[in-house]
T-cell receptor, first 113, second 116 residues
Framework: KAGVTQTPRYLIKTRGQQVTLSCSPI?????VSWYQQTPGQGLQFLFE???????NKGNFPGRFSGRQFSNSRSEMNVSTLELGDSALYLC????????????FGPGTRLTVL | AQSVTQLDSQVPVFEEAPVELRCNYS??????LFWYVQYPNQGLQLLLK??????LVKGINGFEAEFNKSQTSFHLRKPSVHISDTAEYFC??????????????FGKGTMLLVSP
């Protein structure tokens, strides 16, 4: 089975712009979670989607949003980028529940200048 | 609310030596516990997880961890490390939600540095 894929792998944006990141889960996985990884804050949960519905959300401002399509692919969007949004954004897919292993993609490295 | 503490940000060790990476958690409810590894420029890979049953859990690459409920710990061990084990290791916890899903809360990570 192909693993979790994320596109693009690297992205450079300037403050005030918006960005969309994409995640394709493992075939058959219906849950997609997004995490932000920074040296200072570590790994922080952004949100999780299951069958096109947001099932859980972390403590991030409304500039961070996401969605999931009927084929389980997911996108996250960050509007009005700030310097502090520079991070590695990781996507993880799993079958359905927390008992199921989350498989992570390689991440998208976002740099905001 | 849950939290995870990985006391050591870096653990240097010589090749073929044993290693223990420490993880303590705080939670008001029963939890599931996980250890992930992250190699440079890669995503996270699951090493092992504790859901229920035997408190000693064996994972990939020769790693194992022991769940200790009274000490709220889930330390990761390997009897003999290799250079290729150099990576960052993350402990994570989630509560046993009736809905079937809850978020993963990660520790800050421990960088394992294996030298010859």
């Amino acid at each position: 089975k192909a693993g979790v894929t994320q596109t693009p792998r690297y992205l450079i944006k300037t403050r005030g712009q918006q960005v969309t990141l994409s995640c394709s889960p493992i075939s058959g996985h219906r849950s997609v979670s997004w995490y932000q990884q920074t040296p200072g804050q570590g790994l922080q949960f952004l949100f999780e989607y299951f069958s096109e519905t947001q099932r859980n959300k972390g403590n991030f401002p409304g500039r961070f949003s996401g969605r999931q399509f009927s084929n389980s692919r997911s996108e996250m969007n960050v509007s009005t980028l700030e310097l502090g949004d520079s991070a590695l954004y990781l996507c993880a897919s799993s079958l359905a529940t927390t008992r199921d292993t989350q498989y992570f993609g390689p991440g998208t490295r976002l740099t905001v200048l | 609310a849950q939290s995870v503490t990985q006391l050591d940000s870096q653990v240097p060790v010589f090749e073929e030596a044993p290693v223990e990476l420490r993880c303590n958690y705080s939670s008001s409810v029963s939890v599931y516990l996980f250890w992930y590894v992250q190699y440079p420029n890669q995503g996270l890979q699951l090493l092992l997880k504790y859901l229920s049953g035997s408190t000693l859990v064996k994972g990939i690459n020769g790693f194992e961890a022991e769940f200790n409920k009274s000490q709220t710990s889930f330390h990761l061990r390997k009897p003999s490390v290799h250079i290729s084990d150099t990576a960052e290791y993350f402990c994570a916890v989630s509560d046993r939600s009736d809905s079937g899903y809850s978020t993963l809360t990660f520790g800050k990570g421990t960088m394992l540095l294996v030298s010859p």
